[in-house]
């Protein structure tokens, strides 16, 4: 039951009841209102800064990884800025030295040089022996042509071969710099020491399309929780004894058993497993060998670009896995 106030009247000399004024109860609720929004604030910040949820973990500890690769970067860049710096005073001393033997000719010497012009007949001679070599090389060249053409006959079954070959790069690579790190003796991210690395790793952001290097079937597929490891894995069977895997993905879109076309995009690059920094991690197997998968990356490259991508892979650096 509410129980009422009193208040003593003076003039009746008695304790009378007091009425309550709606503006005394609008104060009330906005006052309980107000004490209720501050201590559910104080509960949000204590529980923030008691509690870590998952998500929190998982990007302190990459922005741990991070801060540390950042810090190798950054004493990388200043290892190269200083050799640049020794290579332009090199330069420097080259461009100097060369200045000083460099002797003008005398303008006598000059006119005393005996200059006889070519024959006109001798060199009309020149260009048209040229031009019927020319002409001769072209006639050649498309008579093998229309000769390969004519016998070069591929069937169904070699046809499917040759599209299991993993000859496809795996990430968008046009510019031919997120190859960073190849197949073979490298040297390790975390204790610094030599291993062999079983793959090539394409360093992209999270999220990057992954996709398969050839046709074929998902043979397996991992995921893993763990800070260390490959992390999300993808595993391909191409057929001929072919196999190809897919490290360190963020997310997976297909399932085991699958049947995969070139070209399809099977998962998403990320910084799963023991990763330094979002990246996919490749390998290529032959007969359940690892082998190096730079020998098959050639599908829509030049011979140019092929070898700039060659050059890449057999620098001998730091892996991301």
Same mark, same amino acid.
């Given at each position: 039951?509410h129980?009422?106030?009193?208040?003593?009247?003076p003039t009746t000399?008695?304790y009378?009841p007091?009425s309550?004024?709606?503006k005394?109860?609008i104060?009330?609720?906005?006052?309980?209102l107000?004490?209720t $929004?501050?201590?559910?604030?104080?509960?949000?910040?204590? #529980?923030?800064?008691?509690f870590?949820?998952?998500?929190?973990?998982?990007l302190?500890?990459e922005?741990n990884?991070?801060?540390a #690769?950042?810090k190798?970067?950054?004493h990388?860049?200043?290892t190269?800025?200083?050799?640049?710096?020794n290579?332009?005073k090199?330069?420097?001393?080259?461009?100097?030295k060369?200045?000083r033997?460099?002797?003008?000719p005398?303008?006598a010497d000059?006119?005393?040089v005996n200059?006889?012009?070519?024959?006109?007949d001798?060199f009309?001679?020149e260009?048209?022996?040229t031009k019927d070599?020319?002409i001769?090389?072209?006639?050649k060249?498309r008579?093998?042509?229309?000769?390969l053409?004519?016998?070069l006959?591929?069937d169904?079954?070699?046809?499917?071969?040759?599209?299991n070959?993993?000859a496809?790069q795996?990430?968008?690579?046009?510019?031919l710099?997120?190859?960073?790190?190849g197949?073979?003796?490298?040297?390790?991210?975390?204790?610094?020491?030599?291993?062999?690395h079983?793959?090539?790793?394409?360093?992209?952001?999270?999220?990057t399309?992954?996709?398969?290097?050839?046709s074929?079937i998902?043979s397996?597929?991992?995921?893993?929780?763990?800070?260390m490891?490959?992390?999300n894995?993808i595993e391909?069977d191409?057929?001929? $004894?072919y196999?190809t895997r897919?490290? #360190?993905l963020d997310?997976i879109n297909?399932k085991q058993?699958?049947?995969?076309a070139?070209?399809?995009?099977?998962?998403?690059v990320g910084m799963?497993?023991?990763?330094?920094?979002?990246?996919?991690?490749f390998e290529?197997?032959?007969?359940?060998k690892?082998v190096?998968p730079i020998?098959?990356l050639?599908? $829509?490259?030049?011979?140019?670009?092929?070898?700039?991508?060659?050059?890449?892979?057999n620098?001998?650096?730091?892996?991301l896995?």
């Open positions: 039951m129980q009422l106030k009193y208040r003593y009247n000399c008695r009378e007091v309550v004024q709606p005394n109860i104060g009330s609720i906005l006052l309980y107000s004490l $929004g501050v201590l559910a604030t104080a509960l949000l910040f204590l #529980h923030s800064a008691v870590t949820t998952e998500t929190e973990r998982a302190i500890q922005n990884v991070l801060k #690769h950042h190798e970067l950054k990388e860049l200043k190269v800025q200083a050799s640049l710096l290579l332009e090199a330069e420097g001393v080259v461009h100097e060369l200045a033997n460099l002797e003008q005398d303008l000059q006119l005393a200059y006889e012009p070519p024959q006109v001798d009309k001679k260009i048209k022996k070599e020319s001769n090389l072209l006639t060249a008579y093998t042509n229309f000769v053409a004519s016998n006959n591929i169904k079954k070699s046809l499917e071969l040759l599209m070959i993993p496809f795996p990430v968008e690579n046009k510019e710099t997120k190859l960073v790190s197949f073979g003796s490298r040297i390790h991210p975390f204790h610094g020491a030599t291993y062999f079983q793959g090539v790793d394409f360093v992209a952001p999270r999220g399309p992954v996709y398969a290097s050839a074929g998902v397996l597929i991992n995921f893993s929780d763990l800070q490891g490959n992390g894995v391909i191409h057929g001929n $004894g196999k897919y490290h #360190h997310k297909v058993g699958q049947t995969i070139k070209g399809s995009v099977i998962g998403t799963t497993g023991g990763a330094v920094s979002p990246h996919l991690h290529v197997l032959k007969n359940n690892h190096n020998d098959y050639f599908e $829509g490259l030049t011979s140019t670009e092929y070898e700039a991508l060659r050059v890449l892979a620098q001998k650096n730091q892996a896995d």
